[in-house]
């Protein structure tokens, strides 16, 4: 029989283990199911995990993985306080979009001029969607108790009508013939984010990594971070401990939702250029993998944020040259969290295989 | 625009069919609910039934035998929930979120050669007698088979929760493991059978998606239908009779801006498409009352 | 007649045996005491009996035939039942569908209300079947556990630490009911740690240490100093209590009162009090009647009106928890695990939860972990707390070291006044008196210390003035030196709904 036995203080060592065998995992029944598929288990992985960092191409998808790993990560940086915390924002894929509508309606208004000030003010209001949509959620769990979970993620399908609405109508570019979607944002340079198209550098990675930066120093060494963990493990300690859990609702939204409206700002300034109807790609949902996998902590979503693109963009990778179907990569990156959550358990458990007990 | 082209009878009528895929996907999520359990994968477990059961019902021509695989489709994807949360111990709400992420992948996978196919005709019942009532006849005796098992389901839930033993451990289990388990009752066992019949539910309601409703299979075709569901539990206050006016609040708002639509009202497609989810965060505000089980998504590990 | 036969139970946890060869007998229809300081062994072996454990080694045996049941269902079924320490009911259920969770395959709910009513009738146990458990007094849920076991019919009924819930009179009305049950034959397998109970009730007593039998004895013909020290193993320390006059008021409750906080909450109602500099006061009643929620608007968890509550002339009712520990109210709840301390985190995090503010453990909202640090050790040190050190979980400690550190990190922040509630809750017997020494030098010190107890004793033992508190309301505090255990019965608001068992049957 087999028993699990509470350890008395969580394995250090585990922690750190855990994720890497969750991928070791991942890698050996994603092999299955692509051998299930008719395809060469072994090239099918190097082809995801390896191409894109070693392959002659490398050069090229380099920089795509900081743009894919970018937004993934600055949204998991905001959403991993929440979860600590006990407040479950599940609809950063909303924020990401609303973000992006308001960063844009300002760009677009203000086109063609050009000044400097135009992209900063672009961020600010792209922060500012975000959080205003996450404020929603807030409000209502704060003022009548509302699942925050249920209610971030209605909002998501009502920011992606939104979304069409503004592509099909009020942003659509007037010079745009009748297609769909608004001007180019990329393409007007006080309105880009990117740094340097060709290395893949937009404002969006630098952000991310002064989050990371941010996260680490606050959760490790302020009284917030320390708030935050405690209101996440026991909320009675906290609030003897004088943390004021409405507060902290309404500080963990708004933070991840004003970091995701900024992804939704960077990447419709850069990569995606243009408000269209499908330029959100699921990183909102992405990002909440990123999260555990990097088990909450800044330092591991950067690495779980990098892995992630990777899968990615080995993912197009396959795709175009081996023919695996895309949602085979979807697949994977759930199969990646389950498994995760599933070794986690050795983290504060012990197992013992007894005969009696 | 042109409001006379809506028919009330008719409207009324497609009120119960909109109803139903949430309806089947919310009575399942109750009872793992009421067991103190968390599933927060409806969504991934309703698109995965919407899959399965459309597969099944294409290779063999029968709509029953597709309900028949969305259920199991739908229970097998929730004993993987199940023995993540129950034996390993993971968190619930993070855990349903993987169910949905994975089901979604999944579902899009095994669906793949599957689009644009036309999923075989699952007739209406004309019940005799009833269904020659005017008005109330077409209103709600002339639907095919699916409608009334949701109904009934909904009855046997009621009456199996406060009317059986089995309901009352079950109950008992999601109130207080510790004290479930101290008399005796073996909590994950418990857990688990409610586990999988929320998830067969739930994939009972993908396939109503995808043979009845659609017909077709689309991914993503769900659009949150599952999240709904969700909702629907909290605002019926865990409460099986509730769990009906709920759904059919949320089918009748669908319907109606369906219809619309269709009536070329000078609102914006895209602001009709969105009302049934804001109907939903109005609905969950000002209407939510009830107890949730004081167990609910608490891990329980029996300790010495 | 021999009932129950225990011949060399042993159970051993990783690095803990809990059971080390344990064997006695209990005869039909006697009242045997099971005795032992925390930590004994006690659960485990009655857990061992009721089929929640399995023993490694060593045969029960029960009627002359061996007993070794794997799960409760089958101890029920062999006719022992047992009413826990810590309820195990449901508060959303009826008494009526708590009571047929209990039994084996029962009749329908309306029959078994009838035999609940019918049985309570019988025993002097008033209970409404269809009453929601949630809403019930401390005493009325402990009826419906025993209710559920006497219909049964059990050969063996398991009582764990019955009485630490109840007010005197309720006690004397559950020892009554206990002999009647006895009187008809059923046998009571009686836990306690409290030695005089004992004595009243039990004809005969098997003392635990440390997973050991290490005696018995008649507790009828024991005195209670000498069953104590029997199972301490060492003479027992008696607090001391120096003679200091009192100082200003530094604490004081005006007409105190707030709603109840949650559904199963108490309301607090017109509560006024206060306490001087150098005084302890000690509020007793029985658990569930407003402790929690006046702890919470003490320590400024529940906040209340402005003037409700006062430090000195100061208003502090509206203040947050850290307002009032930085004008010098420290507080600790009952509850260790998850309320006065984080479970999960280390003794250095679990330091810097209360004692940032007048510890002055962060600067400019960074955390000064090397301070924190230090001030948990100075805890652990101090306290005599036995850890690995301070980087180790709380849910690493025992109850007791726990409870020693809770306490340790209120007093080492030298407020001048302290609020605990259940100080020395599951806390082995010298740890206790470690504490209680520990409230009364703080005292001396000139700080007003309020404690809130169950037990009787203690509070008699280190209060000078004693209050009780019952539904919320808070009797006239009187001095301590001089009350009877009738007037303390009396303050805390007697057995008014309770009538005295029926010796007629």
């Known amino acids: 029989m087999i028993i699990l036995e509470k350890r008395a203080n969580p394995s250090q060592v585990w922690a750190f283990a855990t994720p890497v065998l969750a991928v070791v995992l991942t890698m050996i029944v994603g092999g299955i199911l692509f051998a299930a598929l008719g395809k060469n288990p072994f090239v099918t992985i190097r082809t995801i995990f390896l191409d894109p960092l070693f392959s002659e191409f490398a050069w090229f998808y380099r920089p795509q993985l900081m743009i894919k790993g970018a937004p993934l990560v600055l949204i998991a940086i905001g959403l991993s306080f929440g979860f600590r915390a006990g407040v479950w924002n599940i609809g950063a894929e909303g924020q990401y979009i609303m973000g992006a509508i308001f960063g844009a309606a300002v760009g677009l208004a203000l086109y063609p001029m050009e000044l400097r000030l135009i992209f900063p003010a672009m961020v600010i209001t792209g922060a500012f969607g975000g959080f205003l949509w996450a404020m929603i959620p807030g409000l209502l769990r704060v003022k009548f108790g509302t699942n925050e979970i249920l209610v971030s993620l209605m909002l998501v399908y009502v920011a992606e009508q939104l979304l069409a609405s503004m592509a099909l109508g009020a942003m659509r570019n007037p010079d745009g013939m009748g297609f769909p979607g608004s001007r180019n944002l990329a393409q007007y340079a006080s309105a880009t984010s990117w740094i340097n198209e060709s290395a893949g550098m937009h404002w969006g990675v630098v952000t991310a990594f002064i989050a990371v930066i941010f996260a680490y120093v606050t959760l490790a060494r302020h009284m917030f971070g320390f708030q935050v963990r405690l209101a996440g493990q026991s909320p009675r300690a906290a609030a003897f401990a004088g943390v004021n859990p409405q507060r902290l609702v309404l500080i963990c939204l708004g933070v991840s939702g004003a970091l995701a409206g900024m992804a939704g700002l960077f990447e419709v300034a850069g990569p995606a250029g243009q408000i269209s109807i499908d330029f959100n790609v699921g990183y909102g949902f992405t990002a909440i993998i990123v999260a555990f996998l990097g088990r909450l902590h800044p330092v591991g979503i950067l690495l779980a944020g990098g892995l992630m693109a990777l899968t990615y963009i080995g993912g197009e990778i396959a795709q175009s040259n081996l023919g695996l179907p895309g949602a085979a990569i979807q697949l994977l990156q759930g199969m990646l969290l389950f498994f995760l959550l599933a070794v986690d358990v050795l983290t504060n458990y012990r197992i013992r295989i007894g005969g009696t007990a | 625009m042109d409001l006379s082209s809506i028919n009330p009878i008719l409207l009324l009528a497609s009120l119960m069919v909109a109803a139903t895929p949430i309806l089947l996907a919310a009575i399942g999520e109750l009872v793992v609910e009421r067991a103190g359990v968390l599933n927060l994968g409806v969504e991934g477990m309703m698109i995965t039934g919407a899959v399965c059961g459309f597969v099944v019902a294409v290779g063999t021509g029968s709509p029953w035998l597709g309900f028949g695989g969305a259920a199991i489709g739908g229970a097998l994807l929730a004993l993987l929930f199940g023995i993540l949360t129950q034996y390993l111990l993971s968190n619930q709400v993070a855990t349903g979120l993987a169910l949905t992420l994975f089901g979604l992948g999944l579902s899009a996978l095994i669906g793949q050669g599957y689009i644009g196919i036309k999923a075989p005709s699952f007739p209406d019942w004309h019940i005799p007698l009833l269904g020659d009532i005017p008005v109330i006849g077409p209103i709600v005796f002339q639907h095919d088979p699916m409608v009334y098992v949701g109904l009934i389901l909904v009855a046997a839930i009621w009456w199996f929760l406060n009317k059986t033993q089995g309901g009352l451990v079950l109950r008992a289990v999601g109130e207080n493991h510790d004290a479930a388990h101290a008399l005796g009752y073996k909590v994950i066992r418990v857990r688990l059978l409610a586990i999988m019949f929320g998830g067969a539910c739930a994939g009972l309601g993908g396939a109503y998606l995808s043979l009845v409703r659609v017909p077709q299979w689309t991914e993503g075709m769900t659009a949150g239908a599952g999240w709904i569901a969700l909702a629907i539990v909290v605002f019926a206050g865990w409460k099986p009779w509730r769990l009906l006016l709920g759904a059919y609040l949320f089918g009748g708002v669908t319907v109606l801006q369906l219809n619309l639509q269709a009536a070329g009202l000078a609102i914006p497609v895209e602001y009709l498409s969105m009302s049934p989810y804001i109907a939903t965060i109005v609905v969950l505000v000002i209407m939510s009352s009830g107890r949730a089980p004081g167990s609910l998504s608490r891990i329980f590990h029996a300790s010495r | ?505």
């Open chain 3, 1 to 505: 007649m021999t009932l129950l036969s225990l011949q060399g139970l042993t159970k051993a946890y990783p690095g803990v045996v809990a059971n080390d060869d344990v064997s006695f007998d209990i005869k039909k229809g006697e009242i045997h005491a099971l005795l032992g300081e925390n930590g004994a062994g006690k659960s485990t072996l009655v857990k061992t009996i009721y089929g929640l454990v399995n023993p490694d080694a060593g045969v029960m045996w029960l009627e002359n035939n061996i007993f070794a049941p794997a799960e409760p269902r089958a101890a029920r079924a062999a006719g022992v039942a047992m009413v826990f320490q810590h309820f195990s009911l449901f508060d959303a259920l009826n008494v009526a569908e708590n009571i047929a969770l209990g039994m084996e395959s029962p009749p329908p709910l309306r029959e078994v209300a009838e035999r609940v009513r019918a049985v309570s009738d019988q025993y002097g146990l008033p209970l409404d079947p269809d009453r929601t458990v949630g809403d019930l007094s401390a005493g009325e849920r402990q009826r419906v556990e025993i209710i559920r076991c006497l219909l049964q019919d059990p050969k063996l009924l398991i009582m764990d630490e019955p009485t630490s819930v109840l007010t005197p009179q309720e006690v004397d009305i559950l020892f009554q009911t206990l002999r009647k049950l006895s009187a008809e034959g059923t046998s009571i397998l009686y836990i306690s740690h409290k030695l005089e109970e004992i004595r009243a009730l039990c004809e005969r007593a098997t003392v635990l240490r440390m997973g050991k039998v290490v005696g018995g004895c008649d507790p009828r013909e024991t005195s209670a100093r000498d069953m104590a020290e029997l199972m301490v193993g060492s003479a027992l320390q008696v607090p001391e209590k120096p003679e200091k006059p009192f100082g200003d008021v530094a604490l004081t409750l005006a007409k105190l009162s707030a709603p109840a906080p949650h559904q199963f909450g108490t309301a607090l109602r017109d509560i006024s009090l206060s306490v001087r500099r150098g005084e302890i006061l000690g509020i007793g009643g029985v658990a569930g009647n407003g402790q929690d929620e006046l702890v919470a608007s003490l320590s400024g968890e529940m906040k209340v009106a402005r003037e409700m509550v006062q430090m000195g002339s100061e208003p502090v009712g509206h203040l947050p928890p850290n307002a009032r520990r930085a004008r010098g109210l420290c507080a600790a709840p009952e509850e260790r695990n998850g309320h006065a301390a984080a479970p999960d985190m280390t003794l250095i995090e679990n330091a810097l939860l209360t004692g940032n503010t007048r510890k002055k453990l962060s600067l400019r909202g960074f955390v000064k972990w090397d301070s924190a640090r230090d001030f948990a050790d100075e805890v652990i040190t101090q306290f005599d707390v036995r850890t690995p050190g301070a980087t180790s979980t709380a849910r690493s400690l025992s109850g007791g070291n726990l409870q020693k550190f809770v306490i340790g990190r209120e007093i080492m922040q030298n407020p001048d006044i302290l609020v605990i509630n259940q100080p020395t809750w599951g806390v082995d017997a010298a740890a206790a008196a470690a504490i209680r020494q520990a409230i009364l030098d703080l005292a001396a010190g000139g700080a007003a210390v309020i404690v809130i107890s169950q037990d009787l004793d203690e509070l008699m033992e280190i209060s000078d003035r004693f209050a009780a508190l019952n539904e919320g309301r808070l009797s006239d505090p009187r001095p301590a030196r001089g009350l009877t255990i009738e007037e303390i019965g009396l303050m805390l608001g007697g057995a008014h709904d309770l009538e005295v068992a029926h010796v007629d049957a």
